[in-house]
Structures are given as C-alpha cells and as structure tokens.
C-alpha cells in the first residue's frame, strides 16, 4: 500500500481521488493546505488522518511514501522538489512545471534522490491510447496529424466580465497552452518523438497569457497542426492521416472513442472498454512503478515530458507567453 499525501484542494484532486477509489494500493493519508482548518475539512471527507498547513513538514513525515501534487502550475517545481529531497515519490500535475530549466532541475533532483517522478499526464495510460498505437501501422505511411484540445472555458466569461481567475494570470504559469495545449502535444511528441521546425502563433488576452494558440511542427516526411484554445470550442475528432486510411480520436485528452478510416471507406472500430475515471490510468501506472522498485515509468518517462517541456518552450518563445517563473530559470 503506497501511502500518499496530497497537495491542492481542488476539483481536479477531488477528480483524482475519485479515480483512486479504483486502483489498488493507494491509501490516502494526507493533506495539505495553507488553511489547516481547509485541509481538516478536506481530510475528514475523503478519510485522511493527517493534516498539514506547513510543507516542509509535510515532506519529512514518516507517514507517507508519495505526494500528489495540484498546486498551481507556477509552485509545481518548488514543491516537488522538496519532496523528491526527503525521498518522498511525486506523481505532479501537469503541466509538469513553468519552463524547460525547472523540468530538467525536477528530474534530475529525482535521478539524485532515487525517487520516482511522473507528470500526471493520463493519455500515455489510457486503454484507447495504447489501442491507438497497437494498431496504429494500419493506415500506413503517416502523413498528417491534427491534434486539438479547444474548449470554451466557463472561467473566460468571468474574464469578460472584469474577474480574473487563476487559469488566466500569468502569475501562476497558466493559459490556453499550459492547460489544453499540453494534451494536444502530448501524443504527436509520444508518437513521433521531437520535430524537425516549429512554427507557433497565439491569440495573447491583456492579462499576458494565450486565449487560443497553434503550432506547426514539421518533420521529415510528416506534418502535424497543434491546435487548443480556452476562448473557443472545436467539435470535430483529433486525426492522425496516413498513406492508407485515417485514425479519429475523440476527445484527444481523454481518448473516449478511437476508429480506422481506410481509404475504402471501410470502419474500423479500435475502441476498448474505458473507465469514466481516466485518472485511474495514471494513478496505476505510478503506483506499479512505485512497486516494482524503478524510478522511472516506462510509459510515461522522463524522455518524453522533457520533449514536450522543450516543445512548450519553444511555442511560448515564439508566441510571447511569458511567465514570471522565467525570471528565475
């Protein structure tokens, strides 16, 4: 039993814990806020025992073996860190951190500390994802990737109405790219590994992040469009095209339905059966990396957040998307 304190009290770690309802070997018995009567309150509702306003003491307590950490994209690095210092294993939201330099400082403080890191990133785990690489030399030689993440963000009418929340201040590292872009990114990085160009280009709000963006990553003999915003929706399925037939995904962060297209026209249905709790995907993968002794996820590895940290990098470089954590890089 991996015993796990979690940081963040939010609705994405009320999201994963539900999901950890469904996975062997976690026992929540942790949790942390800058409010301890919050964190109380948070703990007697999922049954956890502990409860700490204090990080650092947080980090050296015998009680727990790992951390989830939710916090607010800017902190990520900081507090993982610690974290990986006093031996504690660290599954971090995604995205992993603000910049290329500080996921390269988190790795490497878990390379030195022997501990596992794993951006919690569920697309590399989904059932339908590993199904989509299982069958993905059918369509033949690829050619063309559209992968997309645009969602209209209930937060942005509060925007236009004058109240800024957390997921547009820069401040905190956020935007349409940290939130959304990252899970387009995410398999065309997996799958096709670094690019040869990048071309990027964003729709910047007045508070300094990206309301919408896209990028143009060219390879030798494939081109793929990355395409997410938070200010519009797109309704049409993510597509990866080769010489042969196409794959359509549904919803690329969480692979709900995947299908063959061949040039005949003839379907293929490459779907598998799915939790409604995608979370669990990630959560399991950390967990039996955890137990198998290795400090690295063979699915999710530090290669591959590294590549798509690089990519993020670059986009926001050449969109300027800046962030004050970039001050300190």
């Not at 022997?114 to 030689?141: D, F, Q, R, W």
């Not at 690019?195 to 910047?204: D, E, L």
Request: with cysteine.
């Amino acid at each position: 039993m991996i015993r796990f304190g979690i940081i963040g009290t939010n609705t994405i770690t009320e999201s994963f814990l539900a999901a950890a309802q469904q996975v062997a070997g976690f026992q929540l018995t942790a949790v942390y806020s800058r409010s301890l009567d919050k964190a109380t309150e948070f703990a007697e509702k999922y049954g956890a025992t502990y409860t700490f306003d204090d990080l650092e003491e947080m980090a050296t307590s015998a009680d727990i073996d790992a951390v989830y950490i939710a916090s607010p994209n800017a902190l990520h690095c900081e507090q993982t860190c610690l974290f990986l210092e006093s031996g504690k294993h660290v599954l971090c939201e995604k995205p992993l951190c603000s910049n290329l330099p500080e996921a390269q400082k988190m790795v490497e403080t878990a390379r030195q500390n022997g501990v596992l890191l794993m951006e919690a990133m569920k697309t590399p785990t989904l059932p339908n994802y590993l199904s989509l690489k299982k069958h993905l030399h059918k369509i033949g030689k690829i050619r063309y990737v559209q992968s997309h993440y645009c969602q209209y963000s209930s937060r942005y009418d509060k925007f236009k109405a004058g109240e800024i929340l957390n997921a547009f201040r820069p401040e905190l590292s956020n935007g349409a790219l940290m939130d959304l872009g990252v899970y387009a990114l995410y398999p065309v990085i997996d799958l096709f590994g670094m690019p040869a160009s990048i071309k990027a280009s964003a729709v910047m709000l007045h508070t300094g992040v990206d309301g919408m963006g896209s990028a143009l990553l060219t390879y030798d003999d494939l081109v793929a469009t990355v395409s997410y915003s938070k200010i519009s929706d797109m309704r049409t399925p993510s597509e990866i095209q080769g010489e042969e037939g196409s794959i359509l995904i549904e919803h690329i962060s969480q692979q709900n339905a995947v299908k063959i297209i061949y040039r005949d026209g003839y379907e293929e249905d490459i779907t598998v059966p799915q939790s409604v709790h995608p979370m669990q995907y990630e959560l399991a993968e950390f967990i039996a990396t955890i137990q198998q002794g290795k400090t690295e996820s063979g699915l999710n590895s530090y290669t591959l957040a590294l590549q798509v940290a690089e990519v993020m990098q670059t986009i926001r470089q050449q969109t300027g998307l800046i962030f004050a954590a970039d001050k300190n890089a």
